[in-house]
């Protein structure tokens, strides 16, 4: 079983940066792949970011490539998401997840555990 905690969103404006931070309960964080992902009000759950679990690859939507990188510190049973150049479209709850090691998922149904999701608002 694995718990997950999300935190470091906010607001914050246009073209600013946020570091997102998950944190995990239970030994098996570091045999997990990890996935980030976002939801805006209305809309569908998306990918964003994942990491695979030594760290070792990362793989990114479209729309954050360039612009948001995902790490990992197995000490810390954390993962993070440094958002830089953040835009309006942004705006949204994040949330991460885990899977077992099986590759870098980027179906919501790939995933087992799921964090409660934090807020990251950005203002025009």
């Known amino acids: 079983q694995v718990q997950l905690v999300e935190s470091g969103g906010g607001l914050v404006q246009a073209g600013g940066s946020l570091r997102l931070s998950c944190t995990a309960s239970?030994?098996?964080?570091?045999?997990?792949?990890m996935g980030w992902f976002r939801q805006a009000p209305g809309k569908e759950r998306e990918f964003v970011a994942a990491?695979?679990?030594?760290?070792?690859?990362?793989y990114y939507a479209a729309f954050v490539k360039g612009r948001c990188t995902t790490s990992r510190d197995n000490a810390k049973n954390t993962v993070y998401l440094q958002m830089n150049s953040l835009k309006p479209e942004d705006t949204a709850v994040y949330y991460c997840?885990?899977?077992?090691?099986?590759?870098?998922?980027?179906?919501?149904?790939?995933?087992?555990?799921w964090g409660q999701g934090t807020q990251v608002t950005v203002s025009s």
């Open positions: 239970g030994r098996t964080f570091s045999m997990k792949d």
């Open positions: 990491i695979s679990w030594n760290g070792g690859r990362t």
């Open positions: 997840a885990a899977r077992s090691p099986t590759g870098l998922g980027v179906n919501l149904y790939e995933y087992d555990y």
